[in-house]
Nanobody, 118 residues
């Protein structure tokens, strides 16, 4: 079992905040610190896109659409990756997933739904 497990989504008003968390399965925890990790999202009718990434050396990168609003972090001791989302907009509505960068095809989890609406 190598699927990652995402949590923390929900319904939030525009301008609000959410914190997503991703837990790495036991099968890959021993090498977690060596992986580059990312948060992806897929909105209805659109392709899945990478919105934030963090390297093994903690270098971060963001899609232009979320830069300055989202912050990705990792805790190698707890084998988790988090995404802090501020100033949320309706266009941030999507299912959010975490995965390695580049993706590991067998690691896609169920994702967590984020809905931004008044």
């Amino acid at each position: 079992q190598v699927q990652l497990v995402e949590s923390g989504g929900g319904l939030v008003q525009p301008g609000g905040s959410l914190r997503l968390s991703c837990k790495v399965p036991r099968a890959i925890t021993s090498t977690f610190s060596a992986y580059n990790m990312g948060w992806y999202r897929q909105a209805p009718g659109k392709q899945r896109e990478l919105v934030a990434s963090i390297s093994s050396g903690r270098t971060t990168d963001y899609a232009d659409s979320v830069k300055g609003r989202f912050t990705i972090s990792r805790d190698n001791s707890r084998k988790t990756v988090s995404l802090h989302m501020n100033s949320l907009k309706p266009e941030d509505t999507a299912v959010y997933y975490c995965n390695l960068v580049p993706v590991r095809a067998d690691s896609w989890g169920q994702g967590t739904q984020v809905t931004v609406s008044s």
